[in-house]
């Protein structure tokens, strides 16, 4: 297998320049499909290489309760060095897993806290209005799930715009970004390498929800105009790491890209165009990865089933 038994590891160096190329190329419900997908492979790839240099590199430890013939220095010789590899990988595996294990622990927090915060709201349909002076919004996924609200945040804005609140969290709801959201944390906890995902894909969310709401009102500026005005008297009064209407990514580079015309809706870009090249660099690198970890497993598996008397 040699070196190439660690490429899974370092692929995910390839996301920050694509996650830039396709999130000024793309449009954003394209960019953030096409960045869930590229992290979540790529971090089970390479936790599935850190499963495999701890099984051969701790094979040989004495009382260890794997079988004896995985400590065959046949076993060993198909990964790079083994022992020091192994070493090293039982100490990532355990921060990686202890982190994702954190993500998933404050992501189920932070919605039961939501949940709280509705009370006796929870009758209303959809939207919650809370009787807080703080301006906050935000879609809270469940079943159903709700749009909340700070009495605080509708004084801030008209009715038009209004609208385009409801629109823009409305969007997060029907187009499950919250899924989004969790694969990225949980793929840049599981690799290092992956965490420029977190703030593209939480941008870009943001953007979608944006577009979403500029079609349903009609109004591009209307839209933009909502966004900041919500952002000139917002305060961070929602639940960290739920999506908020002016407080989640570069809120001026949101209201630019509304006061540019819509993005194209395509779904895979020309080839020859910089949106089409980081589209097909995500696609290589995510492949190369996936079948480098497989033909790795693979080929772990048979040496270890030789190496494993009956």
């Given at each position: 297998m040699?070196?190439?038994f660690f490429l899974?590891?370092?692929l995910?160096?390839?996301?920050?320049?694509?996650a830039?190329l396709?999130?000024?190329?793309?449009?954003?419900?394209s960019v953030?499909r096409l960045?869930?997908v590229v992290?979540g492979?790529?971090?089970?790839?390479?936790?599935?290489?850190?499963?495999?240099l701890?099984?051969?590199?701790t094979?040989?430890i004495p009382?260890?309760?794997?079988?004896?013939?995985?400590s065959?220095?046949?076993?060993r010789a198909a990964?790079p060095?083994?022992?020091?590899?192994?070493t090293?990988a039982?100490?990532?595996?355990?921060?990686?897993?202890v982190g994702?294990?954190r993500?998933?622990?404050?992501?189920i927090?932070?919605r039961?806290?939501?949940?709280?915060?509705?009370?006796e709201?929870?009758?209303?349909?959809e939207?919650?209005v809370?009787?807080?002076?703080?301006?906050?919004?935000y879609?809270?996924?469940g079943?159903?799930?709700r749009?909340?609200v700070?009495?605080?945040?509708?004084?801030?804005?008209?009715?038009?715009e209004?609208r385009v609140?409801?629109a823009?969290?409305?969007a997060h709801l029907t187009g499950?970004?919250h899924?989004f959201?969790l694969?990225?944390?949980?793929a840049?906890s599981?690799?290092?390498f992956?965490r420029?995902l977190?703030?593209?894909?939480?941008?870009?969310?943001?953007r979608w929800a944006?577009?979403?709401?500029?079609?349903?009102?009609?109004?591009r500026r209307?839209?933009?105009?909502a966004v900041?005005k919500a952002?000139?008297g917002?305060?961070?009064?929602h639940p960290?790491?739920?999506?908020g209407f002016a407080?989640?990514g570069p809120?001026p580079r949101?209201i630019?890209?509304?006061l540019d015309p819509a993005?194209?809706?395509?779904?895979?870009?020309?080839?020859g165009?910089?949106?089409?090249l980081?589209?097909?660099?995500?696609?290589a690198g995510?492949?190369a990865?996936?079948?480098?970890?497989l033909?790795?497993?693979?080929?772990?598996l048979?040496?270890?089933?030789e190496?494993?008397?009956?």
């Amino acid at each position: 297998m040699g070196v190439f038994f660690f490429l899974p590891l370092v692929l995910p160096l390839t996301v920050l320049p694509i996650a830039r190329l396709a999130g000024a190329h793309l449009h954003p419900r394209s960019v953030t499909r096409l960045l869930a997908v590229v992290g979540g492979v790529l971090a089970v790839c390479s936790t599935l290489c850190l499963v495999m240099l701890v099984v051969v590199g701790t094979a040989q430890i004495p009382g260890n309760p794997l079988p004896d013939g995985w400590s065959d220095p046949d076993v060993r010789a198909a990964v790079p060095y083994a022992e020091f590899s192994g070493t090293l990988a039982t100490a990532a595996l355990a921060v990686v897993v202890v982190g994702c294990a954190r993500v998933l622990a404050q992501h189920i927090r932070i919605r039961r806290q939501a949940r709280r915060a509705l009370g006796e709201l929870s009758a209303v349909p959809e939207l919650a209005v809370l009787p807080d002076a703080i301006p906050y919004a935000y879609a809270l996924p469940g079943a159903p799930g709700r749009i909340v609200v700070s009495t605080g945040m509708l004084a801030c804005l008209d009715p038009d715009e209004r609208r385009v609140l409801v629109a823009h969290e409305r969007a997060h709801l029907t187009g499950r970004h919250h899924r989004f959201l969790l694969t990225t944390q949980v793929a840049a906890s599981l690799n290092p390498f992956l965490r420029p995902l977190r703030a593209a894909v939480a941008f870009s969310t943001e953007r979608w929800a944006d577009e979403e709401a500029a079609q349903v009102v009609g109004d591009r500026r209307l839209t933009a105009r909502a966004v900041g005005k919500a952002a000139l008297g917002s305060h961070s009064g929602h639940p960290t790491g739920v999506p908020g209407f002016a407080t989640t990514g570069p809120v001026p580079r949101r209201i630019a890209a509304l006061l540019d015309p819509a993005p194209p809706t395509r779904r895979w870009p020309p080839a020859g165009t910089p949106a089409g090249l980081a589209a097909l660099v995500a696609a290589a690198g995510t492949t190369a990865s996936a079948l480098s970890a497989l033909n790795a497993a693979v080929a772990l598996l048979l040496v270890l089933r030789e190496a494993t008397p009956l």
